[in-house]
């Protein structure tokens, strides 16, 4: 189990992009796992993961925030016997400052990242729904991670 949940730390890379220009909000994220869950098949595992992240823009353009509160939900599937997750999503919810927020969706990708979407906004975010964002993970904690995002669109 613990090979399990170091798989999944090592994939969580939530983050943030903007289309319409606003690439200047890539930036840095770190979460904190604050609940986990695990379903055990007879051919692989389930496992739901929760943490809380705060989000940081390098270089947010005015009226964007330098960072954000943000809470998000994995769940993932492993095959027995393979480390590596045949396959997972996330969802992210996100508060800013200014009490604007977001909805984003996240597909694992083989390479190791996740390539996520802002389906849903409010206020700034509104107008960037369909924006398109990459997230890695730079480091794994027990419990934590710290990762980057890119713009894509």
Avoid at 109 to 122: C, D, S
Avoid at 142 to 152: A, E, H, M, N, S
Wanted: aromatic share 8%; glycine share 14%; with cysteine.
């Amino acid at each position: 189990m613990k090979k399990i949940i170091a798989a999944i730390i090592f994939v969580l890379a939530p983050a943030i992009s903007l289309a319409g220009g606003h690439s200047a909000l890539g930036g840095s994220g770190t979460g904190v796992r604050i609940d986990l869950k695990t379903i055990e098949g007879i051919s692989g595992t389930h496992v739901q993961v929760t943490t809380n992240d705060i989000w940081m823009y390098e270089n947010p353009p005015a009226g964007f925030p330098e960072a954000m509160r943000v809470t998000c939900n994995y769940f993932q599937v492993f095959a027995t016997g393979q480390q590596p997750p045949i396959g997972g999503i996330g969802t992210c919810q996100t508060h800013d400052p200014d009490g604007d927020i977001s909805l984003n969706n996240g597909i694992f990708q083989p390479n190791g990242t996740i390539a996520v979407t802002i389906i849903a906004g409010t206020g700034k975010w509104a107008a960037l729904t369909g924006a398109k964002f990459q997230g890695k993970t730079r480091n794994s904690l027990d419990g934590g991670t710290v990762y980057d995002f890119v713009p894509v669109n």
